[in-house]
């Protein structure tokens, strides 16, 4: 399996896992959801996988459009290497972690997810792509969406 059809089929095991979470953890756990589907649209591009790159924004972006609309109208537009290249949304990505805040527990429940299911992949973009904020052990009603206001790309 390529990376290409193996990163798509990793984020719809994990797009799945989270959006059948329970209502109590699925808020904090799916903020997790839009920076690793740029992170894997932006790299599939980057390796130069561009029809993979065009079928997994297709196939995901309907996912984000309701808090994303402006940067997924944006990301929708790089379709190359040279795209990339000037892309200062595509640019600022690449450069800049992304904050997610969640729970300890969420968090833990996500780790042990993505390492039971030999997710790597997914595993890998975490570690590279993402900074967590946690907070306590359990999540605080309202507090998911907190993390949309310190995206990077919300000011470009």
């Given at each position: 399996?390529?990376?290409?059809?193996?990163?798509s089929?990793?984020?719809?095991?994990?797009?799945?896992?989270?959006?059948?979470?329970?209502?109590?953890?699925?808020?904090?756990?799916?903020?997790?959801?839009?920076?690793?589907?740029?992170?894997?649209?932006?790299?599939?591009?980057?390796?130069?996988?561009?029809?993979?790159?065009?079928?997994?924004f297709?196939?995901?972006?309907?996912?984000?459009?309701?808090?994303?609309?402006?940067?997924?109208?944006?990301?929708?537009?790089?379709?190359?290497?040279?795209?990339?290249?000037?892309?200062?949304?595509?640019?600022?990505?690449?450069?800049?972690?992304?904050?997610?805040?969640?729970?300890?527990?969420?968090?833990?429940?996500?780790?042990?997810?993505?390492?039971?299911?030999?997710?790597?992949?997914?595993?890998?973009?975490?570690?590279?792509?993402?900074?967590?904020?946690i907070?306590?052990?359990?999540?605080?009603?309202?507090?998911?969406?907190?993390?949309?206001?310190?995206?990077?790309?919300?000011?470009?």
């Open positions: 399996e390529s990376d290409s059809s193996a990163f089929k990793s984020y719809g095991i994990l797009r799945s896992w989270v959006h059948n979470s329970l209502d109590l953890y699925k808020a904090e756990l799916s903020t997790v959801l839009f920076p690793i589907f740029v992170h894997g649209f932006l790299g599939l591009i980057k390796r130069d996988y561009l029809e993979e790159a065009q079928s997994f297709k196939k995901y972006r309907a996912d984000h459009l309701a808090r994303h609309d402006d940067e997924l109208r944006r990301l929708g537009s790089v379709t190359n290497m040279e795209h990339l290249r000037e892309s200062e949304l595509a640019k600022t990505y690449l450069d800049t972690k992304m904050t997610v805040r969640m729970c300890s527990y969420s968090f833990e429940l996500l780790v042990a997810f993505l390492h039971q299911n030999k997710l790597m992949l997914l595993l890998s973009t975490l570690n590279e792509k993402i900074d967590f904020d907070y306590g052990p359990s999540p605080i009603v309202g507090e998911a969406g907190r993390s949309e206001e310190r995206r990077v790309g919300k000011e470009c």
